[in-house]
Structure formats: C-alpha cells, structure tokens
C-alpha cells in the first residue's frame, strides 16, 4: 500500500454548537480515484474543505507531503469583479510558470469548458462561473483534484468532455456528486460519510448500494437485539428490583448503559418523503406544436436562430425529455411549447383541461426574504392543502428532511439543494396532470434523487423534464427532444443512451455505403448485369425497408405508452429489444439496396 500524500487524522470539526463530524481519518494515495458519500448537510463539503487547507480543524491534524499540488473546485465560484475569465483561470497554475510560457494551457481548458478567456467575471451566469472555476481547477495538472459537484449546470456536451480529461488525469481524485453515471465511469474507491462516521470501501460507485444498505442491515439488526435486550432487562428490573437492589447493583447499571447507548444511538437520517398527485385528467393531445421557431435580434441588431422549424405532438402520460448544450435553447422551446413564449414561426396547440405545476431552474417563485412557512402555508393558521388533505406547515416540511427550526427561517439562509427540496415541497403539495421541470436534479442529493424518480415513474401525468442527468433520463422518459447548437431540434424515442444508440447508428451508415461503393469501383473489370440474387435482392428490398419501417413506427408507438413500462417492464422490454433490431435490420437493408443502386447504375453507365 502506498503512503497517502494527503491525509486527515482523527479530525474534528464543529458547527453550531456540535460535532460536525469528529474523529475522522482518511489518506489519498497516488492513482486512487474516490467517491465521496453522504446526505446534504453531512459533512461532505466541509471534509473537502479540510482536505483542500480551506478551514481550520477543531481537533486533529491535516497531512500533506511535500511538494504535491492540491486544487480544489468549491461548490460555490468566487467570482472577482473586474478580472477576465483568462486571468482567473492563469491564476490556478502554479507561480513559478511565466505567464507567455503557460498561455496555451489556460486557452486549451477553456476550449474544452467552452468559455471565451477575454470575458469579465461578472458578466457570466452561474453555470459559466461554474465552468470557469472548473477550468481554473484542471489547469495546473495537480497531483490531488478535489471535486464538489463538478457536473452541476454543465451540459452533456461538457460532462463528457469533463469525463474524458479525468480518465486521463494521472493525479489522485475525490469527487462529491449526485450524477451516478459520471462517478460509476471515473472511481474505484468509497469514502462514505453518515452520520459522523467514515466508512471505506475498495471498489467504486458501482459497489455503494449493495454495500451500504449491507452496513445498514446490520445495523438494524443490531438494534433489534439492542431494544429486544432492553426490553428483557426492562422487565427483569419491575419485577424483581427490590428484592435483589443490593445483590444486582452490576446488573442495573448495565441496564442504564444499555438505555444511554439506545438514547444516544444516531439512526438513519429520514428519506424525504416526495408523492404527486395527477388530479383531473387532461385532454387526449397536451400539446401539439407545428413548424415551431424562434428568432431573436440581440443589442447589436444581429439576428440569432436559436430554433429551426420544428413539430411534436405530446399525448396525455408522455414523459419527454429535452437535452442539449447550455445556451442552446431549452428553457425557451419548453416556454413555447406551454404557451409562455410565443414562437417567431408555427403554432403550438394547448390541449384541453390542463393544470400544469412548473419547476424553474432559476427558483424565481421562491422569494428570498420570506420564510419557509409563509412560502408554503397560511401564515395565520400554518395550515397548508397536500393534494386535498389538510397538513400544518412543519409535519410537511419534515417530509422533505428540513428541521423544525427551520420553518420561520428566510429562503435566503438556505443552500441550493434544500432551496430546491422547497420547491419541490410548493410544487407537490398541488394537484396536477402536467409536470413541467427545469433542470430538477441540481444539487439534490443522491437519496433525494431516487426518491425524486421513484415518485414520476409513478406519476400517471404528463411529464416534461430539462435534464443533463443521463441516468435520470435512461429511467424516466420515453422520448427526448435534441436541440443541437444552432437551433436544430429533432426527438427521439427513449432516453439519453437510446439517443446515442440511434445517433452512432446514423454516422456508420453513410461510411457504409461509401465503402460499398469503393468495394464496387475497385472490382475488376465492368459488369454487364447484376447477378440473380443481387436482382432479386434489388427487387425486394425496397419491400422490406418499407415494411421494417412500418413495424419500427408500431413499435415507437407501443414503447411511447407509458402504461407499457409501468404494468408490465417485461413487454416493454422485448419491444424494446424489437425496436433496436428492426432499426438494425432497417439500416442493413438501406446500405445492400444503396449498394445495389450504385452498381445498377455503374453497370447501365457502362
């Protein structure tokens, strides 16, 4: 076992007047590549903080050998006004480099986060701010990356490309992250921390579920022999207590220990509790939008598409994802499809029936002066409407893991996953049959996350949903809208990785017949006709296309029912797997009749 490079010994750290965590110790050793656990409010942005030299410990010593780097990326950017985002990223390389020496550095991260170098800090919205603070964390090569929530407000496009640079990072790694499959691909190692203790675990991401519910089983299994021991003693001690005082003394205290471990034992932070109901049904069609676009003039009069023409017709019980690059247009084609942007060209439809609750990634709705009950409740009473059933203020806040103190404190004093937790709670408390999320995912914890996808799998609504979480899509949608940059739209059936499937699966088929037709061009000598079973196969495959085309649409329309997946995953499955052969099978047949065409054509030319 290697010696760690950077190292935490029985650490302690205090807030508000307790243990944040205490007695924790942990080494990084070169090459290890780790995934950070826990709830928000934990303790894993703090323990980062310890290991990055951030803040002081409260007990306990920090490690770190000489001569390695460390760079830290905070969860929040620190943005200083007046500074180009090329100095702020130049000033995360180490001092001794000269400035006209490491240029290229700093211009090839900022190619990759996608940012121009000359613009001012303050210009830039949360995300940009985020990539910056990203490139300025890669751009000196450390020896140890520290990671807090880097994919949060980054696009697909970019969280590949962010994938790709940690693959190849030859440093050690410790990534706090809800995005499943980002920390599956990159880690090997387990850092859990839950409820002041750290556990450790030798394998990666993968291994985290079965793993901690294991700890937790045992626990619970612990406990149950604990309050099954107590109550024995309990019943031992009202019995029989007077007689023996003098002769049990030993037995009695043990008792007491007993209750003091029971009292002081920490259980298992609640899970929020999310459920949505979809109340009235909407009409049949929820939305229908004709040859959409969206053209806007910006302040030096340059016109910009940000949307090509483009048409959907979204039935009652569709889940539809929408994905593409930041600044592409997502938020505004899911505003005209709700009927709150009008489109330059097109129309959009709105169905009948409809009562619609919207999630803004922005949190507009949520006033930052007002308090957590009067966002959500009657200020008089603290009484609140939960899909018809009357709640108080703080019993429906505890479901969604605030404590009760925090009821009569400000919006403001909240952090972005519980700012986010509270939206959630305004949003389910109503009854709805269209759910419309904007970037839902960020900075909700990974507990939070499933519950999140556990209730809209089981939403019998309509569902549109901007994400860049591809597994949160692979789960949930049936269909997904790419808007690429500049403003090309087309959708897909399936989730993010089906997407992907049919994308590959368009890029090859060109190659293919360019290959055919160099195959051809190369053979020796003209041929004077085609053979009797390329003839048959020319005649007939134009047949098949056309048929295989018509079962793929069958099939697209079964897998877009969302009962399919709900009532019976198994069905759902074998169309599916139907689904992905016909489109294979479609797309053999199109190359050998492509083929075919081109030698008809070579062989009637000569």
């Not at 759910?435 to 995912?441: F, I």
Request: charged share 30%; net charge negative; proline share 3%.
């Amino acid at each position: 076992m290697a010696a760690p490079i950077l190292a935490l010994q029985n650490a302690r750290v205090t807030f508000g007047g307790g243990d944040l965590f205490n007695d924790i110790s942990l080494g990084i050793e070169p090459g290890m590549r780790v995934a950070l656990m826990g709830r928000n409010g934990s303790g894993k942005s703090t323990l980062l903080k310890a290991l990055a030299g951030d803040i002081d410990l409260d007990g306990g010593e920090r490690f770190l050998q000489s001569g390695i780097r460390v760079s830290y990326l905070r969860q929040q950017p620190v943005i200083t006004p007046g500074r180009s985002v090329f100095e702020q990223v130049q000033s995360g390389l180490p001092a001794e480099g000269e400035a006209s020496e490491t240029g290229y550095l700093v211009d090839q991260v900022l190619h990759g986060v996608g940012i121009d170098g000359t613009r001012q800090l303050e210009t830039l919205s949360g995300g940009e701010a985020r990539r910056v603070s990203l490139a300025e964390a890669l751009v000196s090569d450390p020896d140890v990356l520290l990671l807090d929530e880097p994919t949060n407000h980054l696009d697909i496009k970019t969280i590949l490309w962010l994938e790709e640079e940690l693959k190849s990072f030859k440093g050690a790694l410790l990534i706090i992250s809800h995005d499943r499959q980002f920390l599956r691909n990159l880690t090997n190692r387990l850092f859990w921390l839950d409820r002041g203790k750290l556990r450790t675990h030798g394998k990666g991401f993968s291994a985290f579920d079965e793993w901690s519910e294991e700890i937790l089983r045992r626990e619970e299994v612990e406990a149950k022999k604990l309050d099954k021991k107590i109550a024995e003693e309990t019943d031992w001690s009202r019995k029989g207590i007077t007689a023996r005082r003098a002769r049990n003394e030993g037995r009695i205290r043990a008792l007491h220990r007993l209750r003091a471990e029971r009292a002081e034992r920490t259980a298992p932070v609640g899970s929020a509790k999310l459920n949505v109901s979809s109340g009235a049904k909407s009409g049949k069609v929820v939305v229908e939008a004709t040859d959409i676009s969206m053209t806007y003039e910006d302040a030096d009069g340059r016109m910009h598409e940000v949307l090509q023409k483009f048409s959907t017709r979204i039935m009652r019980g569709d889940r539809v994802g929408i994905i593409g690059p930041n600044g592409a247009g997502k938020t505004t084609l899911l505003k005209i499809l709700m009927g709150k942007l009008e489109p330059t060209t097109g129309e959009v439809k709105l169905g009948t029936n409809l009562t619609p609750a919207i999630f803004d990634q922005h949190r507009d709705s949520l006033d930052p002066e007002m308090s957590l009950w009067d966002t959500l409740a009657d200020p008089g009473s603290g009484q609140l409407l939960v899909r018809g059933e009357v709640r108080h203020v703080v019993a429906y806040l505890r479901d969604f893991l605030f404590e009760d103190r925090q009821a009569k404190s400000p919006v403001s004093a909240l952090s972005g996953g519980e700012k986010n937790r509270l939206l959630l709670a305004k949003l389910l408390a109503r009854e709805s049959n269209l759910l419309v999320l904007d970037e839902p995912t960020n900075d909700l914890d990974m507990e939070t996350l499933d519950l999140l996808q556990d209730m809209l799998s089981n939403y019998d609504g309509t569902l549109m949903v901007v994400s860049h979480d591809r597994e949160f899509l692979d789960q949930l949608v049936t269909s997904t809208i790419v808007i690429e940059e500049g403003g090309r739209a087309a959708e897909y059936v399936g989730g993010y990785s089906d997407y992907m499937r049919m994308k590959r699966d368009a890029e090859k088929a060109p190659a293919k017949a360019a290959k055919s037709k160099e195959t051809a061009q190369k053979s020796s000598g003209p041929r004077k006709k085609l053979t009797y079973k390329d003839q048959r196969d020319y005649e007939r495959l134009p047949d098949v296309i056309e048929e295989l085309e018509k079962a793929i649409k069958s099939l697209e329309t079964d897998l877009a029912n969302p009962d399919l997946f709900n009532k019976t995953p198994e069905k759902f499955k074998e169309k599916a797997d139907a689904l992905a052969k016909a489109q294979s099978d479609k797309d053999e047949a199109e190359t050998r009749w492509l083929e075919l065409e081109i030698l008809q054509e070579e062989i009637a030319g000569s």
